[in-house]
């Protein structure tokens, strides 16, 4: 998502899915 202005949704998209990985795997840990 390197093309911010054209992907903005997608890479605030990635983010949050990035960010619930993390959480999840902290959890499990």
């Known amino acids: ?3 911010v202005l054209v992907d ?3 890479e605030i ?3 949050s899915e990035m960010a619930e ?3 999840s795997s ?3 840990m």
């Open 1 to 3: 998502a390197l093309p």
């Open 8 to 10: 903005s949704d997608e």
């Open 13 to 15: 998209m990635t983010r």
């Open 21 to 23: 990985k993390m959480f």
């Open 26 to 28: 902290e959890k499990i």
